[in-house]
């Protein structure tokens, strides 16, 4: 599973008036960026406003930007304009805690790193590559019908029962499983792995629960439209 | 402002801004949207705004209590302005002059979450029904969405009708983008599309990008008939392909009255006489069946199901069920025809163990399934699962 960033794309970033762009930028990356904040300790509204932050560091540097693979891919420039932003925050005022007297900014910092799986650039690559599933699964599910593609998500990822698959969507038992066969087909040829091991359903799930839950969703829609019209 | 006092801004829109108002003789608060008259550039908002509104006096015969009610329009320098319903206040009760007031609508509730199912059901009807009366009126909205939806004395009112156009296949793509449907045409069933993305917010509380997703809420639509039937409606009202859709409201509205039950007004007497025939048909069948058939052996159609490696061949009695093509069924998959007695089934899968379902009586089982629990054995290549 490859997940470069097109080099169009950066392109097409550097004209700060592509709202398509822009767009395309926001929805492939926000929830990255989102769930890695919050993996580093952040609140829901602390790691919405990183998010925008980074929406904004990018827009800032977009002209300086330039793809060199000798220098690693934008998306690793990316990880660290985000470690940087985090690490930032943690060390502002308002995220201290109170009645802690005598923490330097030094042990603030360490404390939020406790909240780490690991080192911060592997936990940016995790993300990254369950980050990226999730897309392939938004790429899929623009292309299907929307009752194929929501059968495939209660059966595959929510593990409902066929019937109650069937229940919900009005599709026949067997048209479920096919709808089920096609997706993950679909996904395959787009690069997913784990198939041989049947691991795929498992890795889907992952990916899925690492989503920003509803109320993020809708406020940082809401929010990445709202900063994009005052651009 | 000729007649009015304007209190404080209440909302914002594409080309205007919301303010509560009163009026200063009788003192009733309204809501009155200000548009920038004569704005320069190719796109006038203020002209436009009038000719929607001119489009809707002219074409609606009577006021719907599911539009939202314009009860004047007038200019003041430098802007028109349109006087209309005020929305319900969020946190509940009518709208007033309180500080505190926010008016309520369909996107505001949104921001705590899904409303309940009844509600949804309730909500639905409201919207589909003034939707309706725009399209059957010749109209279409082309802005429909939660924002667009506003709650006034308790009832779901569709707002905003700057981009109300007649109903025609040259239509611009106008709108709100996340609203629109993929092909790009924007007549009856554009707005269908939209409403359907409106219904699915209602009852899911995720925004329309996330469609058809019901994240989390997954068990409790398999647990809901509300959820469920209104699940059903959105996904043909939102289908990719714009013939599938709903023609317009006015069908989908349609769709959504017969798919909540209803008893039906029969008298005893009726019944007594309708039980009676029923029972009549029912012995006469079966008298056809056992006496008249005796020598037809009955044919059904069987569904095969393995998880979680799809692609299995199936055996019947140790004869590999083929095509008429001569290539062997592979699952999923309905197989027609078969005898309608026991079979002994063993589905079959590269590197996998066979999977000895057992005997299953066709007459009583139409849906076999089989599960693999162990993993793949050796380099088998490209190995179709999940």
């Known amino acids: 599973m490859g997940g470069k960033t097109s080099t169009t794309l950066l392109e097409r970033l550097r004209d700060g008036t592509d709202q398509l762009a822009w767009q395309e930028f926001s929805d492939r990356y926000w929830r990255l960026i989102f769930v890695f904040a919050k993996k580093r300790g952040c609140s829901d509204h602390t790691a919405e406003d990183i998010v925008q932050n980074v929406m904004v560091e990018v827009f800032r540097e977009r002209s300086t930007f330039r793809y060199d693979r000798a220098r690693g891919s934008f998306r690793n420039w990316l990880g660290a304009v985000v470690r940087n932003l985090v690490a930032r925050h943690y060390r502002a005022p308002s995220e201290r805690p109170r009645g802690q007297g005598g923490d330097s900014e030094g042990d603030f910092v360490l404390s939020g790193l406790q909240h780490d799986d690991g080192r911060p650039e592997e936990l940016w690559e995790h993300i990254y590559e369950q980050t990226m599933l999730a897309a392939l699964l938004d790429i899929v599910r623009r292309e299907v019908a929307p009752a194929t593609y929501q059968a495939f998500e209660l059966s595959a990822i929510r593990d409902l029962s066929g019937d109650k698959v069937a229940g919900i969507t009005g599709l026949s038992r067997n048209a479920v499983y096919q709808a089920k066969k096609h997706v993950f087909d679909r996904l395959c040829e787009l690069g997913a792995l784990y198939r041989r091991t049947g691991q795929l359903s498992q890795r889907l799930r992952e990916a899925m629960a690492m989503r920003p839950n509803g109320k993020v969703e809708r406020s940082m829609t809401a929010r990445l439209e709202q900063s994009m019209r005052s651009r | ?386």
């Open chain 2, 1 to 386: 402002m000729p007649g009015f006092n304007l209190l404080r801004p209440i909302g914002k829109g594409g080309f205007g801004e919301v303010w509560l108002a009163t009026n200063r003789t009788t003192g009733q608060l309204r809501a009155v949207k200000l548009i920038a008259a004569g704005r320069a550039g190719s796109v006038d908002p203020a002209g436009r705004e009038i000719t929607s509104i001119v489009r809707l006096e002219a074409n609606l015969r009577h006021q719907h209590p599911n539009l939202v009610h314009i009860h004047h329009v007038d200019q003041c320098p430098g802007y028109i302005f349109f006087v209309m319903d005020l929305a319900d206040d969020l946190r509940g009760g009518a709208g007033s002059a309180d500080p505190d007031y926010r008016p309520a609508t369909l996107e505001s509730r949104l921001r705590a979450g899904p409303l309940e199912p009844e509600e949804c059901w309730r909500r639905t009807g409201e919207l589909l029904a003034g939707l309706a009366a725009l399209h059957d009126a010749g109209m279409v909205h082309r802005d429909v969405k939660p924002s667009n939806c506003l709650f006034v004395e308790g009832e779901l009112k569709l707002a905003d009708f700057g981009l109300l156009t007649e109903a025609n296949r040259q239509m611009s793509r106008l709108g709100t983008v996340n609203y629109m449907p993929p092909d790009g045409c924007m007549d009856t069933r554009a707005d269908v599309y939209a409403a359907g993305l409106t219904i699915y917010e209602m009852t899911t509380g995720l925004p329309a990008t996330c469609f058809p997703s019901l994240g989390e809420l997954a068990e409790k639509f398999s647990d809901d008939p509300i959820l469920q039937r209104l699940n059903r409606l959105v996904l043909r009202a939102c289908h990719s392909t714009a013939h599938v859709r709903f023609e317009n409201a006015r069908e989908m509205l349609g769709e959504l009255t017969r798919a909540k039950p209803t008893k039906p007004v029969w008298s005893f007497r009726h019944r007594g006489w309708i039980g009676i025939c029923l029972a009549c048909l029912l012995l006469a069948v079966v008298l056809m069946v056992v006496h008249q058939w005796p020598n037809r052996g009955e044919r059904v159609r069987v569904s095969f199901v393995t998880e979680p490696f799809f692609e299995a061949t199936i055996r019947l009695d140790d004869v590999q069920l083929l095509k008429s093509d001569g290539t062997p069924y592979t699952t999923p998959v309905t197989v027609p025809d078969l005898p309608a007695r026991s079979h002994h089934v063993v589905f079959q899968h590269l590197s996998l163990p066979d999977l000895d379902v057992g005997w299953v009586d066709f007459r009583e089982t139409r849906n076999v399934e089989g599960h693999w629990n162990s993993e793949p054995v050796g380099d088998a290549g490209e190995l179709p699962s999940h």
